[in-house]
């Protein structure tokens, strides 16, 4: 715990201006991103008595080890820099709304050549007009379900769009009049646009047009004797007022606005968000957040509205935000909101009326909200709790793990051999901490050789990032050697290069292949942000038993390492094993520490067979036009697009290659040569047919799965996977 006095600045080192602050702990990290109007006078409210302080803001500035601040020439230009700086350093004493959903949004894809109708959610893209947020997707699918009689845009994926095309058969709904089926020209591009711009004028609210159109429609097909095309009218008037009917009217004056109502207590607070466009309330959202230091109501929406207006633009940004207090000040928040919109942006409390009634509907639903978080966090954070804790007693630890980390190794038989990385903090995932690793040490399955090599790896990476910034005990510093650093790792001070890692989705996370990443790359921490390997955790999990725990414990001791606790969690009767123990701990099956072990196990188990099996696709992919240096993926589809398939491209002169756009003499000689060298792989065999399928090989994109083929390694089908 450090004392606030060792690095509170000098008197008359603040400056008396608008600004923002940051204060961070021993490693550097940015713990905590603040503005004020008078830097001055905020910071010295962090510098009193430590008695006098709310608690959650004591345990800030014991953790904190230094601060800084940057000025700024207005309010204004304070909170957005405050914004980018809490999104870009995620510091863990900030408020931070955590959507207790992802809400779905009813999109329509205008940048496509025919737009598409829907659900979509996540990160907004360009070009796609979203309508919402929505409680439920299935709200969404009822209500364009409706719609569609009207309206029969495009819902189809792009696949079903090109089988549709290749084989100038609609789907069902081409059939049964929901779509204008495009797909087989029933429809231009330009009316089907036409028709997608109408649907979105609907959904806007513009609702009256197109239901007194139709009424007209209907009235003349009833004086013409048309009586089946009056009849499907009135069943569209119909649809289109059961579809209004979804959003009840609430405000009379076709009010564009958010409504936003906090409730909280002394140590969270719950945001919930309803947004009214065209008079309806066409969504709902909600967040939920720690209160770190005793912030006022008004400070809590003013997070709330840079969570929710951070990313918007246009008309995202309503004209209207109706919120319970306003932030202190207003007005540079105010003109934040008008920026971002583009147009004057009203911020203020409703006082009477419909506003004011709703807003009432807003506040019970926050309050509501919180009951219910406050419910589910409470049993689990007690059972957290009691899971480290039991966890540090039956270890022997001096206290509990708050991080914990997992290693896995995960291979087929020998082949694409890999390891994972999983991070625990305080008992949940810390999914952006996450690593995979590529064994290339030797080769072959060998899991306790590979076992040595991660640990090895992954903790030698640690022990530079200490050295380099100067965070020895002894004061001394340590040399590549001693920390186990081969020439050309790419550590600081070591010649030698690496080169850059990879990224990859799992479950919708962004992660890094630390094993090719260059520790070059992750230099940023002198800036707040996280540093590859650079945090120690309390113990070290392995998938395994005796032989694995013993090379985690080698690899620790190599290192000069004895800080860390090693255990492992073998599969077969879930016993958890300690270095030099020859019995293992036998922890009860109803044990929160047994489960949390578990828990910890099995997701470095998925994370690393997810990424060995990807690999393994990647290699069963590739082909010889992956040998081509210089040709990437859109000139290798260009050519297999242009011949058909590898073989066809293999059979071409090249003057004929040379025809692809794109690609020249010297590169067509290069992709012949290297063809003429790889050798055709083997017939593929359809099983269900015994027809032989000549056509494809590998580097060829079909437009479809196709049909069960065995081809090339037959093991692979067979082989178990670890």
């Known amino acids: 715990m450090a004392d606030p006095s060792s690095y509170r600045p000098k008197p008359g080192q603040i400056p008396d201006s608008p600004g923002v602050y940051r204060f961070r702990d021993e490693h550097r990290?940015?713990?905590?991103?603040?503005?004020?109007?008078?830097?001055?006078?905020?910071?010295?409210?962090?510098?009193?008595?430590?008695?006098?302080?709310?608690?959650?803001?004591?345990?800030?500035?014991?953790?904190?080890?230094?601060?800084?601040?940057?000025?700024?020439s207005t309010e204004v230009e304070a909170l957005q820099l405050e914004y980018s700086w809490i999104k870009e350093y995620d510091p863990r004493f900030n408020v931070k709304y955590r959507d207790d959903k992802s809400y779905p949004y009813l999109a329509v894809t205008m940048n496509e050549e025919y737009p598409r109708v829907q659900v979509m959610r996540g990160q907004k893209k360009k070009g796609v007009r979203y309508f919402g947020p929505y409680a439920h997707a299935w709200a969404i699918r009822d209500t364009v379900d409706l719609l569609l009689r009207v309206f029969p845009v495009r819902t189809c994926s792009a696949g079903?769009?090109?089988?549709?095309?290749?084989?100038?058969?609609?789907?069902?709904?081409?059939?049964?009049?929901?779509?204008?089926?495009?797909?087989?020209?029933r429809i231009g591009a330009d009316d089907h646009r036409e028709l997608a711009d109408e649907f979105c004028d609907f959904m806007t609210g513009r609702t009256g047009t197109y239901l007194r159109r139709l009424e007209k429609q209907m009235a003349q097909a009833?004086?013409?004797?048309?009586?089946?095309?009056?009849?499907?009218?009135?069943?569209?008037?119909?649809?289109?007022?059961?579809?209004?009917?979804?959003?009840?009217?609430v405000l009379a004056d076709a009010t564009d606005a958010d409504l936003i109502a906090v409730a909280e207590d002394e140590l969270e607070a719950a945001v919930q968000i309803f947004h009214v466009r065209g008079g309806r309330v066409r969504g709902q959202r909600g967040w939920?957040?720690?209160?770190?230091?005793?912030?006022?109501?008004?400070?809590?929406?003013?997070?709330?509205?840079?969570?929710?207006?951070?990313?918007?633009?246009?008309?995202?940004?309503?004209?209207?935000?109706?919120?319970?207090?306003?932030?202190?000040?207003?007005?540079?928040?105010?003109?934040?909101?008008?920026?971002?919109?583009?147009?004057?942006?009203?911020?203020?409390?409703?006082?009477?009326?419909?506003?004011?009634?709703?807003?009432?509907?807003?506040?019970?639903?926050?309050?509501?909200?919180?009951?219910?978080?406050?419910?589910?966090?409470?049993?689990?954070?007690?059972?957290?709790?009691?899971?480290?804790?039991?966890?540090?007693?039956?270890?022997?630890?001096?206290?509990?793990?708050?991080?914990?980390?997992?290693?896995?190794?995960?291979?087929?038989?020998?082949?694409?051999?890999?390891?994972?990385?999983?991070?625990?903090?305080?008992?949940?995932q810390r999914k952006s901490e996450y690593r995979r690793f590529q064994i290339k040490g030797f080769e072959g399955q060998d899991d306790v050789r590979s076992m040595h090599e991660v640990i090895t790896r992954r903790f030698r990476r640690y022990l530079v990032e200490k050295e380099r910034?100067?965070?020895?005990?002894?004061?001394?510093?340590?040399?590549?050697?001693?920390?186990?650093?081969?020439?050309?790792?790419?550590?600081?001070?070591?010649?030698?290069?690496?080169?850059?890692?990879?990224?990859?989705?799992?479950?919708?996370?962004?992660?890094?292949?630390?094993?090719?990443?260059?520790?070059?790359?992750?230099?940023?921490?002198?800036?707040?942000?996280?540093?590859?390997?650079?945090?120690?955790?309390?113990?070290?999990?392995?998938?395994?038993?005796?032989?694995?725990?013993?090379?985690?414990?080698?690899?620790?001791?190599?290192?000069?390492?004895?800080?860390?606790?090693?255990?492992?969690?073998?599969?077969r009767l879930e016993e958890v094993w300690l270095p030099g123990d020859d019995d293992p701990v036998v922890l009860p099956r109803s044990s929160?520490?047994?489960?949390?072990?578990?828990?910890?196990?099995?997701?470095?188990?998925?994370?690393?067979?997810?990424?060995?099996?990807?690999?393994?696709?990647?290699?069963?992919?590739s082909g010889p036009l992956d040998e081509v240096p210089g040709l990437g993926e859109t000139r290798k589809q260009a050519l297999i697009k242009h011949f058909g398939s590898v073989k066809k491209l293999r059979a071409a002169t090249i003057q004929q290659i040379c025809e692809v756009p794109g690609i020249g003499r010297k590169t067509a000689e290069t992709i012949a040569a290297a063809l003429a060298r790889a050798v055709p792989p083997a017939p593929a065999v359809n099983t269900a047919t015994g027809e032989i399928i000549e056509e494809e090989e590998p580097g060829a994109t079909p437009d479809s799965p196709g049909d069960p083929v065995t081809a090339g390694a037959p093991e692979e089908r067979r082989g178990q996977e670890t």
């Open 160 to 185: 079903v769009f090109k089988n549709a095309s290749r084989t100038g058969r609609p789907c069902l709904l081409g059939y049964i009049g929901k779509c204008s089926a495009p797909c087989v020209d």
């Open 288 to 428: 939920v957040t720690d209160k770190v230091e005793d912030v006022t109501t008004g400070a809590l929406v003013e997070h709330a509205l840079q969570q929710l207006y951070g990313e918007e633009r246009g008309d995202s940004v309503p004209k209207e935000v109706l919120v319970p207090a306003l932030p202190e000040p207003v007005e540079p928040v105010q003109d934040w909101l008008t920026g971002r919109r583009g147009s004057n942006v009203s911020l203020r409390i409703p006082q009477r009326g419909d506003k004011k009634a709703l807003m009432e509907t807003v506040e019970r639903n926050a309050q509501q909200a919180l009951v219910l978080h406050k419910t589910r966090r409470a049993s689990d954070l007690t059972t957290r709790s009691r899971a480290l804790e039991e966890i540090a007693e039956a270890l022997d630890l001096d206290s509990a793990p708050l991080r914990i980390e997992c290693y896995d190794i995960s291979h087929l038989q020998g082949d694409d051999v890999v390891a994972s990385m999983v991070v625990f903090e305080d008992g949940l």
């Open 592 to 621: 929160e520490g047994l489960y949390l072990l578990q828990r910890v196990r099995d997701e470095a188990h998925r994370f690393a067979i997810t990424y060995q099996r990807t690999k393994r696709a990647k290699r069963f992919r």
């Open 469 to 571: 910034t100067g965070e020895w005990t002894d004061g001394e510093s340590i040399s590549a050697d001693e920390a186990g650093l081969p020439p050309g790792d790419g550590a600081d001070g070591v010649p030698g290069h690496a080169t850059q890692g990879t990224r990859a989705h799992d479950a919708g996370e962004l992660l890094t292949d630390a094993a090719e990443a260059p520790l070059t790359s992750s230099l940023k921490d002198e800036d707040g942000r996280p540093r590859r390997f650079a945090y120690p955790p309390q113990l070290v999990v392995v998938d395994g038993g005796q032989p694995q725990v013993a090379a985690a414990r080698r690899a620790l001791d190599e290192l000069g390492i004895d800080d860390i606790a090693v255990c492992g969690l073998a599969k």
């Open 222 to 249: 009833a004086d013409e004797m048309e009586y089946e095309r009056a009849a499907r009218l009135r069943d569209d008037i119909e649809a289109l007022k059961k579809a209004m009917e979804k959003n009840a009217v």
């Open 29 to 72: 990290r940015v713990i905590y991103v603040g503005k004020a109007k008078s830097l001055r006078q905020r910071l010295a409210n962090y510098f009193q008595d430590l008695a006098g302080l709310h608690p959650r803001t004591r345990s800030m500035v014991t953790t904190a080890a230094s601060v800084e601040w940057t000025v700024v």
